[in-house]
């Protein structure tokens, strides 16, 4: 299984970024993907949901998307480290959403992540909860109004794919 990102690889990307911006005078555009977990099953589509690293919102798994892999693959590692699924990603993003944080704007990708396995033991689970939530309660949770855009185009096409 992948292993968390050591702080100092992020801090490196963090850095570059910022160097790039201060040339251009603009805030750093810090690169982030995530994935809206999902099943299906008897009570219909349910959304996996975590916790932020201070406990305090529900969000879905996401993160700053590593030197190296593509954004759906970053996105899928997050998903591992952050909740401990794994399943199949969807090809192309839902779309994006952006919100300021660490001095710049933080673009993320999401993708959806139908979850074929869940375990017990995985990289933050001493730092995040997780619950499965219906799509209601999912619009309930989350206080990101960009995500609760995406959340409604996943929303639709999730109908569109299981027939709902």
Same mark, same amino acid.
């Given at each position: 299984?992948?292993?968390? =990102?050591?702080?100092?690889?992020?801090?490196?990307?963090?850095?570059?970024?910022?160097?790039?911006?201060?040339?251009?005078?603009?805030?750093?555009?810090?690169?982030?993907?995530? $994935?809206?977990?999902?099943?299906?099953?008897?009570a219909?589509?349910?959304?996996?949901? $975590?916790?932020?690293?201070?406990?305090?919102?529900?969000?879905?798994p996401?993160?700053?998307?590593?030197?190296?892999?593509?954004?759906?693959?970053?996105?899928?590692?997050?998903?591992?480290?952050e909740?401990?699924?794994?399943?199949?990603? =969807?090809?192309?993003?839902?779309?994006?959403?952006?919100?300021?944080?660490?001095?710049?704007?933080?673009?993320?990708?999401?993708?959806?992540?139908?979850? &074929?396995?869940?375990?017990?033991e995985?990289?933050?689970?001493?730092?995040? &909860?997780?619950?499965?939530?219906?799509?209601?309660?999912?619009?309930?949770?989350?206080?990101?109004?960009?995500?609760?855009?995406?959340?409604?185009?996943?929303?639709?096409?999730?109908?569109?794919?299981?027939?709902?």
């Amino acid at each position: 299984m992948p292993k968390n =990102t050591p702080r100092y690889v992020k801090e490196n990307i963090l850095r570059r970024h910022r160097r790039q911006s201060e040339k251009k005078k603009e805030p750093p555009v810090i690169a982030q993907s995530g $994935v809206i977990p999902y099943r299906v099953g008897a009570a219909g589509i349910e959304l996996l949901l $975590v916790t932020s690293r201070n406990g305090r919102r529900w969000i879905f798994p996401k993160g700053i998307v590593e030197t190296g892999l593509h954004p759906r693959d970053s996105a899928a590692k997050e998903a591992w480290e952050e909740a401990g699924v794994l399943g199949a990603v =969807t090809e192309e993003a839902l779309g994006s959403y952006s919100f300021e944080k660490w001095g710049g704007i933080c673009h993320v990708d999401m993708y959806a992540l139908l979850v &074929q396995g869940v375990a017990e033991e995985y990289d933050e689970r001493a730092i995040r &909860q997780r619950r499965w939530v219906s799509l209601d309660e999912a619009r309930a949770s989350i206080a990101e109004r960009g995500l609760l855009d995406l959340l409604e185009v996943f929303a639709e096409q999730i109908r569109e794919l299981h027939h709902e």
